[in-house]
């Protein structure tokens, strides 16, 4: 059974760090491009960060480009997500997904977990 399981979420004063936990277990990790998502109401979900297990290239959304770093324990079918100074328009869910190819679409990742919110205060 594919499980991916956030954790890590909470609330924080802007210009706070959280850091977002996703355990993977029920499928190959290492032959797959994990990364995070985020979503607000009424607004599609946008792809936050990746990264192709194999190489370890990662990639970052413009808009936390410097802020937020993605990686991963390949031993462990873990992946993190470091978000520092965090802003206020960064407040969503974010969700952890894994699909076969990396690519910055939610319709192309397969499997999803169930989200962890991020509240960032102004």
């Known amino acids: 059974q594919v499980q991916l399981v956030e954790s890590g979420g909470g609330s924080v004063q802007a210009g706070g760090s959280l850091r977002l936990s996703c355990a993977a277990s029920g499928f190959t990790y290492s032959s797959y491009c994990v990364g995070w998502f985020r979503q607000t109401p009424g607004k599609e979900r946008e792809g936050v960060a990746r990264?192709?297990?194999?190489?370890?290239?990662?990639y970052y959304a413009d808009s936390v480009k410097g802020r937020f770093i993605i990686s991963q324990d390949k031993a462990k079918n873990t992946l993190y997500l470091q978000m520092n100074t965090l802003k206020p328009e960064d407040t969503a869910m974010y969700y952890c997904?894994?699909?076969?190819?990396?690519?910055?679409?939610?319709?192309?990742?397969?499997?999803w977990g169930q989200g962890t919110q991020v509240t960032v205060s102004s």
């Open positions: 990264i192709s297990t194999g190489s370890g290239s990662t």
């Open positions: 997904a894994a699909g076969p190819l990396c690519s910055s679409s939610p319709r192309l990742y397969n499997y």
